[in-house]
């Protein structure tokens, strides 16, 4: 990447193979969970972008606005109204089950 290319060690010629016009997008987890760190050599090639994890609440709130608007768009088969009641349940007992998991 540093010199904008690589060496074709498959061929006999070891020719010098330049790589023009690429962007490279790169995404990956903290470290540790079998992820592994990478070298700061390497990561000066990249901006880098943290996200920091939704809370629970926030997460409650996104997904009940998203399953709010699958309830409204339902016109061939709608939800009934017993349906609909259960929106925070389900949402709740969802982020439990993800929080559980990730343990």
């Known amino acids: 990447m540093d010199y904008g290319g690589w060496y074709d060690i498959d061929t006999s010629e070891r020719d010098f193979r330049y790589i023009m016009k690429v962007c490279y997008v790169a995404a990956m987890g903290p470290p540790g ?15 880098i972008i943290y996200v920091e994890p939704y809370s629970d609440s926030s997460l409650n709130s996104i997904f009940c606005n998203v399953m709010e608007w ?34």
């Open 33 to 47: 969970g079998g992820r592994n760190s990478i070298t700061n050599r390497y990561v000066r090639h990249y901006n």
């Open 70 to 103: 699958m309830y409204r768009s339902a016109t061939k088969l709608p939800y009934g109204a017993n349906i609909e009641k259960l929106k925070e349940n389900i949402v709740s007992a969802t982020i439990q089950v993800y929080n559980d998991v990730q343990k």
